[in-house]
């Protein structure tokens, strides 16, 4: 069953895609969400992202393990 959140900005730009991971919960440690990154588990808009400081902007839209994540200003 998939599962939808949102994560604010809080006035931020962006978020590092590993931090990204972490803070909404769909990681432990960041030691895990580097290997997920890496290797190539982990979606951006639709498309397999392995760059862990990808910044993830207002807009988009994270996916991992049936779970998505929506990142909003």
Known sequence: MASEKE???DGEEFILLQ???KYSG???TGGEA???ITD???KVNGEVET???KKI???QVVFYNGLTVKVIE
């Open 40 to 42: 190539g588990k982990v």
């Open 57 to 59: 902007r207002a807009g």
């Open 26 to 28: 769909l990681c432990d």
């Open 51 to 53: 760059r862990r400081g």
């Open 34 to 36: 580097k290997a997920i």
């Open 7 to 9: 994560i604010k900005l």
């Open 19 to 21: 931090s990204l991971l």
